[in-house]
């Protein structure tokens, strides 16, 4: 049993508090009273089968007497203290006690169990504060909610300006400004009741899944990445699909996988499945050639070889898309490349690089550095779309096809680093190799 030199400290304070005599105690395990007044004061060092008796006679548990019943309380101490420390600046430095932490642990078990309870609150909540930070700050959905309550504010506040400020509005303009006024507090309040549908759903969800993104991988990953219904010729609606699945435990998560049904049934009517699993036999993984073949977009192809079922001892095909702030929107990794969780890092050059360059493809070969390097092919292509219609607004999308390693560089091809044979901390920013054009 592990103990500290000051068991004989909690042995003193558990009698006292108990209104145990301290010859009584002696009495009852078989010690001189000046014996135990010893170990009471640290002079003598109790073994395991005295320190049992001791227990015993005061009906606690040995383990309650020795380090170990509060090593967790240590350690809650000097997160605290090392907190504090980091709060206050230099002049915290040095001011708790710590060679006495065990003193005051032993002495005062009550006070030092609220210190460390306080500072595992606190530990929490900073996590809490730093999940939703990150959240705020990569979160499609949220971002996208976020914008369209601003917006609608923005609209609510510039119309009411102008009713409040002109006096001469003919009735036409102000019936107008009016219905706007109407409109736009519906799309506040719509968005709103999304906005706060959505978080309680976060608070409620037991996935362990930190954002719609993730849920909706993790449902995908679990299918294989491919949805054979819809390669049907009449396949199920989108929400009979979802009905039920556990791993979408956010309306922004099921949101999120009904627009990736939808655009997976159109890129399987656009390009059907043996077809073109018969041009990939004949033409191999070029997605430019593919493209050309059946009169379909680069993105398309992209989509579709990601996705499609893989033969036995066949190689997954990774991808990964951004929308226009960089931030992304789908993941669909492969053994050996790394993928950032948001973004940023030296693997997504090419598909940022895409996306510095709407329309312009890009194709680069990328060394992963490790244990065993590995080289992966990688095709990107930035693409606008508007899933509003014709009158909707241009969003841009980037995305970037992740191949197994070509057997061959081509002539006069480097490749690019990442995480990084040219910068481990992804300070390449500003050496990156010229990007090679495919012939697409």
Same mark, same amino acid.
């Given at each position: 049993?592990?103990?500290?030199?000051?068991?004989?400290?909690?042995?003193?304070?558990?009698?006292?508090?108990l209104?145990?005599?301290?010859?009584?105690?002696?009495?009852?395990?078989?010690?001189?009273?000046?014996?135990?007044?010893?170990?009471?004061?640290?002079?003598?060092?109790?073994?395991?089968?005295?320190?049992g008796?001791?227990?015993?006679?005061?009906s606690?548990?040995?383990?309650?007497?020795?380090?170990?019943?509060?090593?967790?309380l240590?350690?809650?101490?000097?997160?605290?203290?090392?907190?504090?420390?980091?709060?206050?600046?230099?002049?915290?430095?040095?001011?708790?006690e710590?060679?006495?932490?065990?003193?005051?642990?032993?002495?005062?078990?009550?006070?030092a169990?609220?210190?460390?309870?306080?500072?595992?609150?606190?530990?929490?909540?900073?996590?809490?504060?730093?999940?939703?930070?990150?959240?705020?700050?990569?979160?499609?959905?949220?971002?996208?909610?976020?914008?369209?309550?601003?917006?609608?504010?923005?609209?609510?506040?510039?119309?009411?300006?102008?009713?409040v400020?002109?006096?001469?509005?003919?009735?036409?303009?102000?019936?107008?400004?009016?219905?706007?006024?109407?409109?736009?507090?519906?799309?506040?309040s719509?968005?709103?009741?999304?906005?706060?549908?959505?978080?309680?759903?976060?608070?409620e969800?037991?996935?362990?899944?930190?954002?719609?993104?993730?849920?909706?991988?993790?449902?995908?990953?679990?299918?294989?990445?491919?949805?054979?219904?819809?390669?049907?010729?009449?396949?199920?609606?989108?929400?009979?699909?979802?009905?039920?699945?556990?791993?979408?435990?956010?309306?922004?998560?099921?949101?999120?996988?009904?627009?990736?049904?939808?655009?997976?049934?159109?890129?399987?009517?656009?390009?059907?499945?043996?077809?073109?699993?018969?041009?990939?036999?004949?033409?191999?993984?070029?997605?430019?050639? +593919?493209?050309? #073949?059946f !009169?379909? =977009?680069?993105? *398309?192809?992209? %989509?579709?070889l $990601?996705?499609? @079922? &893989?033969?036995e001892?066949?190689?997954?095909v990774?991808?990964?898309i951004?929308?226009?702030?960089?931030? +992304?929107?789908? #993941?669909? !990794?492969? =053994?050996?490349? *790394?993928l950032? %969780?948001?973004? $940023?890092?030296? @693997? &997504?050059?090419?598909?940022?690089?895409?996306?510095?360059?709407?329309?312009?493809?890009?194709?680069?070969?990328?060394?992963?550095?490790g244990?065993? =390097?590995e080289r992966?092919?990688?095709?990107?292509?930035?693409q606008?779309?508007?899933?509003?219609?014709?009158?909707?607004?241009?969003?841009?999308?980037?995305?970037m096809?992740?191949?197994?390693?070509?057997?061959?560089?081509? =002539?006069g091809?480097?490749?690019?680093?990442?995480?990084?044979?040219?910068?481990?901390r992804?300070?390449?920013?500003?050496?990156?190799?010229?990007?090679?054009?495919?012939?697409?």
């Open positions: 049993m592990a103990r500290s030199a000051l068991t004989g400290t909690r042995i003193r304070e558990r009698r006292t508090a209104r145990i005599k301290q010859a009584d105690l002696a009495r009852s395990v078989g010690i001189s009273p000046a014996y135990l007044n010893l170990i009471e004061h640290n002079r003598r060092r109790v073994g395991d089968e005295l320190l008796q001791i227990a015993g006679a005061m606690v548990d040995p383990v309650a007497l020795s380090e170990g019943a509060e090593g967790a240590f350690d809650g101490l000097r997160e605290a203290v090392a907190g504090a420390e980091a709060e206050g600046g230099a002049h915290m430095a040095g001011m708790p710590l060679e006495r932490i065990e003193e005051f642990v032993g002495r005062f078990p009550g006070w169990a609220i210190l460390a309870g306080r500072q595992a609150r606190v530990n929490a909540l900073e996590r809490v504060v730093e999940s939703y930070s990150e959240r705020m700050a990569q979160d499609p959905f949220l971002l996208a909610s976020l914008h369209e309550v601003l917006s609608a504010v923005t609209s609510l506040r510039s119309t009411a300006a102008i009713l400020e002109t006096d001469d509005i003919e009735p036409i303009w102000r019936a107008r400004f009016l219905r706007t006024i109407q409109e736009e507090s519906l799309r506040l719509e968005t709103a009741e999304a906005l706060v549908g959505y978080l309680d759903d976060l608070e969800a037991e996935t362990g899944l930190s954002s719609p993104l993730e849920q909706v991988e993790a449902w995908l990953s679990a299918r294989n990445w491919h949805l054979e219904e819809l390669e049907e010729a009449t396949p199920p609606p989108p929400e009979a699909l979802i009905a039920g699945v556990a791993e979408l435990a956010s309306s922004a998560a099921r949101k999120l996988a009904i627009a990736h049904i939808e655009r997976a049934q159109a890129d399987a009517r656009a390009l059907p499945l043996e077809a073109f699993r018969d041009a990939v036999a004949e033409l191999g993984m070029d997605p430019a050639l +593919l493209a050309t #073949r !009169g379909a =977009p680069l993105g *398309a192809v992209f %989509r579709r $990601a996705t499609l @079922p &893989l033969a001892g066949a190689q997954p990774g991808l990964v951004c929308d226009g702030s960089g931030a +992304l929107t789908f #993941r669909r !990794g492969v =053994p050996g490349f *790394a950032p %969780r948001f973004g $940023a890092a030296c @693997p &997504l050059w090419p598909l940022y690089e895409a996306l510095a360059r709407p329309m312009q493809p890009v194709r680069k070969v990328v060394d992963m550095a244990r065993l =390097p992966f092919l990688t095709y990107a292509i930035c606008p779309s508007q899933p509003g219609g014709f009158d909707g607004p241009v969003l841009m999308e980037a995305m096809l992740i191949l197994p390693p070509p057997p061959e560089r081509a =002539p091809e480097r490749a690019i680093g990442s995480s990084c044979r040219i910068c481990p992804g300070e390449c920013a500003g050496r990156r190799e010229p990007s090679i054009l495919s012939e697409a």
